[in-house]
Protein backbone atom coordinates (compact mmCIF):
# COMPACT_ATOMS: atom_id res chain seq x y z
CA UNK A 1 0.00 0.00 0.00
CA UNK A 2 1.27 3.28 -1.31
CA UNK A 3 1.58 5.88 1.57
CA UNK A 4 -0.11 8.41 -0.21
CA UNK A 5 -3.65 7.13 -2.15
CA UNK A 6 -5.10 9.67 -4.88
CA UNK A 7 -7.97 8.62 -7.64
CA UNK A 8 -5.95 9.17 -10.64
CA UNK A 9 -9.61 9.58 -13.01
CA UNK A 10 -9.81 11.49 -15.25
CA UNK A 11 -12.27 14.12 -13.34
CA UNK A 12 -14.61 15.76 -15.93
CA UNK A 13 -16.52 18.32 -15.31
CA UNK A 14 -18.62 21.45 -17.15
CA UNK A 15 -17.35 24.74 -16.67
CA UNK A 16 -18.40 26.41 -13.30
CA UNK A 17 -18.89 23.16 -11.81
CA UNK A 18 -17.21 22.88 -7.79
CA UNK A 19 -14.41 20.42 -8.23
CA UNK A 20 -13.74 18.25 -5.58
CA UNK A 21 -10.15 16.56 -5.28
CA UNK A 22 -9.07 14.29 -2.63
CA UNK A 23 -6.05 11.90 -1.03
CA UNK A 24 -5.51 9.55 1.78
CA UNK A 25 -2.30 8.67 3.68
CA UNK A 26 -1.43 6.60 6.22
CA UNK A 27 1.60 7.89 7.76
CA UNK A 28 0.62 10.09 10.81
CA UNK A 29 3.86 12.02 10.62
CA UNK A 30 2.76 14.43 8.02
CA UNK A 31 2.74 17.89 8.93
CA UNK A 32 2.75 19.69 5.69
CA UNK A 33 0.31 19.11 3.15
CA UNK A 34 0.47 20.56 -0.40
CA UNK A 35 -1.32 20.44 -3.87
CA UNK A 36 0.92 20.98 -6.61
CA UNK A 37 -1.14 21.29 -10.71
CA UNK A 38 1.38 19.99 -13.61
CA UNK A 39 0.16 20.64 -17.10
CA UNK A 40 0.72 18.06 -19.91
CA UNK A 41 4.18 18.01 -20.73
CA UNK A 42 5.43 20.54 -17.75
CA UNK A 43 6.63 20.11 -14.45
CA UNK A 44 4.64 20.13 -11.05
CA UNK A 45 3.94 23.80 -9.61
CA UNK A 46 3.11 24.24 -6.27
CA UNK A 47 -0.45 25.67 -5.86
CA UNK A 48 -1.30 25.72 -2.20
CA UNK A 49 -0.10 24.20 0.69
CA UNK A 50 -1.38 23.83 4.80
CA UNK A 51 0.33 23.22 7.93
CA UNK A 52 -1.40 20.70 10.37
CA UNK A 53 -5.16 20.11 10.11
CA UNK A 54 -7.73 23.48 8.57
CA UNK A 55 -8.56 25.36 6.20
CA UNK A 56 -6.80 27.60 3.84
CA UNK A 57 -8.60 29.38 1.11
CA UNK A 58 -6.75 31.36 -1.87
CA UNK A 59 -9.06 32.64 -4.58
CA UNK A 60 -11.20 29.86 -6.21
CA UNK A 61 -8.81 27.14 -4.24
CA UNK A 62 -9.59 25.76 -0.67
CA UNK A 63 -7.46 23.02 0.64
CA UNK A 64 -8.72 21.17 3.90
CA UNK A 65 -6.72 18.69 6.24
CA UNK A 66 -8.54 16.37 8.42
CA UNK A 67 -5.02 14.61 10.08
CA UNK A 68 -8.01 12.56 11.83
CA UNK A 69 -9.16 11.16 9.26
CA UNK A 70 -6.37 11.50 7.37
CA UNK A 71 -7.56 12.60 4.57
CA UNK A 72 -6.70 16.12 2.60
CA UNK A 73 -8.81 17.79 0.02
CA UNK A 74 -8.82 20.55 -2.79
CA UNK A 75 -11.78 22.75 -3.96
CA UNK A 76 -12.48 24.77 -7.31
CA UNK A 77 -15.04 27.06 -7.47
CA UNK A 78 -16.18 28.05 -10.50
CA UNK A 79 -13.90 25.77 -12.34
CA UNK A 80 -12.36 26.94 -15.57
CA UNK A 81 -10.74 24.71 -18.82
CA UNK A 82 -7.59 26.31 -17.43
CA UNK A 83 -7.52 24.47 -14.79
CA UNK A 84 -7.49 21.23 -16.63
CA UNK A 85 -4.57 19.17 -15.43
CA UNK A 86 -3.30 16.82 -13.35
CA UNK A 87 -3.40 17.56 -9.54
CA UNK A 88 -1.12 16.01 -7.26
CA UNK A 89 -1.38 16.06 -3.64
CA UNK A 90 2.40 15.72 -1.92
CA UNK A 91 2.93 15.56 1.86
CA UNK A 92 6.11 16.39 3.89
CA UNK A 93 6.68 15.39 7.82
CA UNK A 94 8.37 18.89 7.92
CA UNK A 95 11.79 20.33 8.14
CA UNK A 96 12.23 20.00 11.95
CA UNK A 97 12.79 16.30 11.18
CA UNK A 98 15.50 16.16 8.38
CA UNK A 99 15.49 17.74 5.39
CA UNK A 100 12.47 18.04 3.38
CA UNK A 101 11.05 15.08 1.83
CA UNK A 102 7.90 14.92 -0.10
CA UNK A 103 5.63 12.29 -0.69
CA UNK A 104 3.42 12.24 -3.34
CA UNK A 105 -0.02 11.07 -4.22
CA UNK A 106 -0.35 9.36 -7.93
CA UNK A 107 -2.06 12.59 -9.29
CA UNK A 108 -5.85 13.17 -10.68
CA UNK A 109 -6.62 14.59 -13.89
CA UNK A 110 -8.89 17.06 -14.39
CA UNK A 111 -10.64 17.78 -17.21
CA UNK A 112 -13.32 20.91 -17.33
CA UNK A 113 -15.05 21.10 -20.92
CA UNK A 114 -16.14 24.84 -22.04
CA UNK B 1 14.36 33.51 -17.18
CA UNK B 2 13.68 29.83 -16.61
CA UNK B 3 14.13 29.09 -12.88
CA UNK B 4 14.95 25.50 -13.14
CA UNK B 5 16.11 23.75 -16.69
CA UNK B 6 17.25 20.80 -17.59
CA UNK B 7 18.86 19.51 -20.90
CA UNK B 8 18.33 17.78 -22.51
CA UNK B 9 14.18 17.67 -22.84
CA UNK B 10 13.89 14.21 -24.82
CA UNK B 11 16.30 11.62 -24.80
CA UNK B 12 15.83 8.24 -26.88
CA UNK B 13 18.71 5.71 -26.22
CA UNK B 14 18.87 2.22 -26.73
CA UNK B 15 19.28 -0.29 -23.73
CA UNK B 16 22.88 -0.59 -22.30
CA UNK B 17 23.76 2.73 -22.95
CA UNK B 18 25.19 5.56 -20.29
CA UNK B 19 23.21 9.10 -20.29
CA UNK B 20 23.25 11.95 -18.34
CA UNK B 21 20.59 14.52 -17.69
CA UNK B 22 22.07 17.85 -16.23
CA UNK B 23 19.77 20.74 -14.28
CA UNK B 24 20.57 24.12 -13.65
CA UNK B 25 18.81 26.32 -11.16
CA UNK B 26 19.25 30.63 -11.19
CA UNK B 27 17.60 30.62 -7.83
CA UNK B 28 20.24 31.20 -5.79
CA UNK B 29 18.95 27.46 -4.10
CA UNK B 30 20.70 25.48 -2.10
CA UNK B 31 18.87 22.65 -2.22
CA UNK B 32 18.62 20.41 -4.96
CA UNK B 33 16.44 17.02 -6.10
CA UNK B 34 15.74 14.49 -9.01
CA UNK B 35 12.42 12.96 -9.42
CA UNK B 36 11.47 10.04 -11.55
CA UNK B 37 7.95 9.57 -12.92
CA UNK B 38 6.45 7.11 -14.63
CA UNK B 39 3.71 6.27 -17.04
CA UNK B 40 1.09 6.36 -14.58
CA UNK B 41 2.52 10.20 -13.40
CA UNK B 42 4.02 8.61 -10.17
CA UNK B 43 6.28 11.05 -8.98
CA UNK B 44 9.05 9.85 -6.60
CA UNK B 45 11.94 11.54 -5.23
CA UNK B 46 15.29 10.00 -6.31
CA UNK B 47 18.44 12.26 -4.59
CA UNK B 48 18.46 15.33 -2.92
CA UNK B 49 21.42 17.52 -2.84
CA UNK B 50 22.32 20.19 -0.13
CA UNK B 51 24.99 22.88 -0.65
CA UNK B 52 26.26 19.79 -2.86
CA UNK B 53 25.90 17.25 0.33
CA UNK B 54 23.87 14.23 -0.76
CA UNK B 55 21.05 14.31 1.65
CA UNK B 56 18.63 11.90 0.43
CA UNK B 57 19.21 8.85 -0.79
CA UNK B 58 16.42 6.75 -2.01
CA UNK B 59 16.53 3.07 -2.98
CA UNK B 60 17.53 3.72 -6.24
CA UNK B 61 20.02 1.17 -8.31
CA UNK B 62 23.52 1.82 -8.32
CA UNK B 63 23.38 2.13 -11.96
CA UNK B 64 22.16 5.63 -11.18
CA UNK B 65 24.80 8.40 -10.00
CA UNK B 66 23.96 12.11 -9.06
CA UNK B 67 26.81 14.84 -8.76
CA UNK B 68 26.59 18.31 -7.81
CA UNK B 69 29.31 20.54 -9.07
CA UNK B 70 27.81 23.42 -7.29
CA UNK B 71 25.02 24.45 -5.56
CA UNK B 72 23.40 25.42 -8.54
CA UNK B 73 23.87 22.30 -10.70
CA UNK B 74 23.27 18.31 -10.34
CA UNK B 75 23.37 16.12 -12.20
CA UNK B 76 22.03 12.44 -13.39
CA UNK B 77 24.40 9.74 -14.93
CA UNK B 78 22.66 6.41 -15.90
CA UNK B 79 24.73 3.33 -16.53
CA UNK B 80 23.59 0.56 -18.63
CA UNK B 81 19.99 1.91 -19.21
CA UNK B 82 17.06 -0.93 -18.60
CA UNK B 83 13.74 -0.32 -20.58
CA UNK B 84 12.42 0.29 -17.17
CA UNK B 85 14.35 3.20 -16.53
CA UNK B 86 11.66 5.04 -19.09
CA UNK B 87 10.19 7.96 -17.42
CA UNK B 88 10.06 11.14 -17.39
CA UNK B 89 12.89 12.85 -14.87
CA UNK B 90 12.22 15.80 -13.11
CA UNK B 91 14.94 18.34 -11.43
CA UNK B 92 13.70 20.25 -8.27
CA UNK B 93 15.55 22.84 -6.33
CA UNK B 94 14.28 24.96 -2.79
CA UNK B 95 15.52 27.25 -0.43
CA UNK B 96 15.98 25.46 3.88
CA UNK B 97 13.97 28.40 5.43
CA UNK B 98 14.66 28.52 9.44
CA UNK B 99 11.18 27.67 9.79
CA UNK B 100 8.22 25.76 7.80
CA UNK B 101 8.40 24.48 4.55
CA UNK B 102 10.22 24.95 1.53
CA UNK B 103 8.75 25.65 -1.87
CA UNK B 104 10.65 23.35 -4.10
CA UNK B 105 10.19 24.65 -8.01
CA UNK B 106 10.28 21.80 -10.92
CA UNK B 107 11.73 22.28 -14.13
CA UNK B 108 10.12 21.33 -17.04
CA UNK B 109 11.29 17.50 -17.12
CA UNK B 110 13.51 14.95 -19.07
CA UNK B 111 11.59 12.55 -21.64
CA UNK B 112 14.03 9.47 -21.17
CA UNK B 113 12.77 6.53 -23.69
CA UNK B 114 14.76 3.26 -23.68
CA UNK B 115 14.13 1.41 -26.52
Known amino acids: QKEVEQDPGPLSVPEGAIVSLNCTYS??????FMWYRQYSRKGPELLMY????GNKEDGRFTAQVDKSSKYISLFIRDSQPSDSATYLC??????????????FGTGTRLLVSP | DTAVSQTPKYLVTQMGNDKSIKCEQN?????MYWYKQDSKKFLKIMFS???????INETVPNRFSPKSPDKAHLNLHINSLELGDSAVYFC??????????????FGPGTRLTVL
Open chain 1, 90 to 103: AMSAGPNTGFQKLV
Open chain 1, 27 to 32: NSAFQY
Open chain 2, 27 to 31: LGHDT
Open chain 1, 50 to 53: TYSS
Open chain 2, 49 to 55: YNNKELI
Open chain 2, 92 to 105: ASSQRPSGGLDTQY
